[in-house]
């Protein structure tokens, strides 16, 4: 209740009087010290009184205090002993009346009776007094006659009933003070009203949050708070719900003292007395305004944030569809999720349906290029994957039709509502491959070249050099000593000269035609020769002097051949000029010649040095020359224009290493007419 600008919870015991639905108001106002209230706050310690009015009389006391928030707060109690006292009153006339009759009839009887009975009735009346003056506890004998017995055990109980009583009422009292307190204490705003609605307490929540005091608010109904934002039949349904004994629980939007709207939860729950009827309700409201400003914020922020991820979904999805690279996402079970139309006509797919229906296992070859599955080489890649988070491997991928093409791919790790997602871009790089390849054919190219410098720089300082300085030198000697030298050591110089002017042009001549072959511009031009004729002229071009060292295991003066003459006869000249070379002096050396019906083989056998098992490798390029040729002169170019030539005739040279010697051979496709087998 209200009393002044303070607020007291109050109790009372009264057997003869319903309070239940009285204002406390007057019960308090009837206090014997009219200060009690103010003393009681100012010093806040107890206040001890009396009271005497139409409630009857007894004692009260006022017990203030304070909550947590620092408000003060007073307790009040009272105890009517008006009933104890009638019926102390009452039991005394009684006994009073009953000792007169005693104390008349023990006259009549003796003197003796009268002595039994008096100091038991002395002691009992001393009692009934001492509880008439409040007094309790006092002990009630049991000695006497039956009757005075009977009174004793009567007052006894009286007595054990009473002071049970005062214990239930100090227990009351301090669960009240606990509640109180708490109530009191609390953060939310509670009000207690009356079944037909009346506010009869308030708490210092509720004065803070409404503006209203609880002066202002004891008497008057809720809808002081009402703002007019909820319509008639929101009220009929609270009425409804919490008068049928069930709680009601909702969002409000109420009215404050100075006008202001305001947002609260509000709970009211129905209270009822042991008969199971409703008295009153306990109204607790909690101002949400902060709370409902947080959830419109944060309402607002889900809705600009999902608006900014419906536009980044929209521009990830032009992106995904608009990349030139395919696209392909897949979960941690191998599944792929989704992937772009350039994934799909990469891998020339009808429709997306059937490659995400495949996986990536269905997208790839059974091996690698290195030799591992394909299986083995993406667990490997998945393993670097989980440490790094990213990665960029080559892979070989198969298309629907079956073919293989190398890709880039770009492979992330990322989570998606805890769940890991595998994006990879994928690229085609057959075109680079390509690129790359003909890179590394035109760098290895250039390494040849840059060898082939290597190798012609040397031969020139040999082949070209020294023929060049025997040559100077007999040009010297016989321009100094011309005439002084006899004539036939002139005519060995001057054969000298020859010699090294020959050799320097077939140096060159091999040099020109290296560098047309290397143009492409070796020119062929088959046609029918006497075979026999071709062979016999060669041989007598490479060795002129007799006896001849050659031995030809063919003759037949009338078989035609057709051929390049001119180049078949450069593969003939460099056999026999190098068989001559290595073989020792005074060896011979075969010329062997097999005729088919559209080929033609010609083999030289030497008895010469042969060639290093290493180094038969690079027989047939430029400027190649064994490292056991020692000082014997040579170009390097002859095999290399030799396997040229065999090449524009669509044949092949060939080197087969014998016990003593070498065989080099070459087959031509030829058409031959008139020919027969020599033995």
Not at 181 to 207: P, Q, R, S, Y
Not at 449 to 466: D, G, I, P, Q, Y
Request: hydrophobic fraction near 40%.
């Amino acid at each position: 209740m209200q009393m002044g600008d303070q607020v007291v919870f109050t109790t009372a015991t009264s057997p003869s009087k319903d309070v239940a639905k009285r204002d406390y108001a007057p019960f308090f106002s009837a206090h014997a010290d009219p200060h009690a209230f103010d003393k009681a706050f100012e010093t806040m310690k107890p206040v001890f009184g009396s009271f005497q009015n139409e409630w009857g009389h007894g004692r009260m006391v006022l017990l203030p205090g304070r909550d947590r928030a620092g408000r003060a707060y007073c307790f009040g109690a009272s105890v009517s002993v008006d009933a104890i006292e009638a019926e102390l009153n009452k039991t005394l006339r009684h006994s009073i009346y009953l000792g007169m009759g005693f104390l008349l009839i023990g006259m009549l009887v003796s003197f003796l009776v009268s002595n039994t009975l008096a100091q038991p009735i002395v002691r009992l009346t001393g009692i009934a007094d001492e509880i008439a003056r409040g007094k309790m506890g006092q002990p009630i004998g049991t000695k006497g006659p039956a009757e005075i017995l009977s009174l004793g055990r009567s007052l006894a109980a009286m007595d054990r009933s009473i002071r049970q009583t005062i214990g239930e009422l100090e227990s009351d009292r301090e669960k009240l003070r606990l509640l109180s307190g708490a109530l009191e204490a609390a953060a939310n705003a509670v009000f207690i009203t009356d079944k037909e609605g009346m506010i009869v307490w308030v708490n210092t929540a509720f004065t803070t949050f409404t503006g209203y005091s609880a002066t202002e608010a004891i008497g008057k109904r809720p809808n002081l708070l009402r703002s007019g934002k909820q319509d008639h039949e929101f009220y009929k349904k609270l009425w409804e719900t919490i008068l049928n004994g069930e709680v009601w629980c909702s969002e409000i939007i109420n009215r404050r003292k100075e006008g202001s709207l305001y947002p609260e939860e509000i709970t009211i729950t129905p209270m009822k007395d042991s008969r199971g009827e409703i008295t009153h309700f306990i109204a607790v409201t909690q101002d949400i305004t902060e709370r409902k400003q947080a959830r419109e914020t944060l309402e607002q922020r889900v809705a600009e944030r999902t608006e900014e991820l419906r536009r980044s979904e929209e521009q990830y999805r032009m992106l995904f569809e608009a990349s030139r690279d395919a696209i392909i996402t897949t979960d941690s079970e191998g599944n792929s999720l989704d992937c772009n139309r350039a994934a799909v006509e990469m891998f020339g797919f009808a429709d997306k349906r059937t490659l995400l229906a495949l996986g990536p296992g269905g997208l790839s070859p059974e091996f690698q290029p290195d030799g591992r599955t394909s299986r083995e080489a993406f667990a490997e890649v998945l393993s670097q994957l989980r440490d790094k988070g990213s990665l960029f491997v080559e892979w070989q991928h198969q298309r629907a039709d079956g073919t293989s093409f190398p890709v880039e791919v770009a492979l992330s790790l990322f989570h998606v509502a805890g769940q890991p997602i595998l994006h990879g871009m994928l690229r085609d790089i057959t075109e680079r491959k390509r690129a790359e390849a003909v890179v590394l054919q035109n760098m290895a190219r250039a390494e040849e070249l840059a060898r082939l410098k290597s190798r012609f720089v040397s031969m020139a300082s040999h082949e070209l050099r020294t023929p060049l300085a025997n040559i100077m030198l007999a040009c010297e000697l016989l321009k100094n000593f011309g005439n002084e030298i006899p004539a036939e050591r002139s005519r060995s110089v001057l054969s000298g000269l020859v010699t090294g002017v020959s050799s320097m042009v077939r140096t060159l001549d091999d040099l020109l035609l290296a560098g047309k072959i290397e143009e492409g511009k070796l020119p062929f031009t088959p046609v029918p020769f006497a075979l026999l004729d071709f062979l016999d002229r060669r041989c007598k071009e490479v060795q002129p002097e007799l006896p001849s060292r050659i031995e030809i295991a063919f003759h037949d003066a009338g078989l035609n051949v057709a051929a390049d003459e001119r180049l078949l006869g450069h593969i003939l000249q460099n056999f026999l000029e190098n068989a001559l070379k290595y073989s020792p002096a005074g060896t011979k050396v075969e010329l062997g010649v097999e005729v088919g019906a559209d080929s033609l083989t010609l083999s030289v056998l030497d008895r010469g040095i042969g060639v290093p098992e290493a180094e038969r490798k690079f027989l047939f390029e430029a400027f190649s020359r064994a490292s056991n040729v020692g000082d014997k002169p040579g170009s390097g170019l002859g095999l290399f224009i030799a396997q040229k030539c065999a090449q524009a005739h669509g044949g092949r040279l060939r080197y087969t290493p014998q016990p003593d010697g070498s065989i080099f051979a070459v087959t031509i496709p030829a058409t031959t007419t008139g020919w027969a087998p020599a033995h």
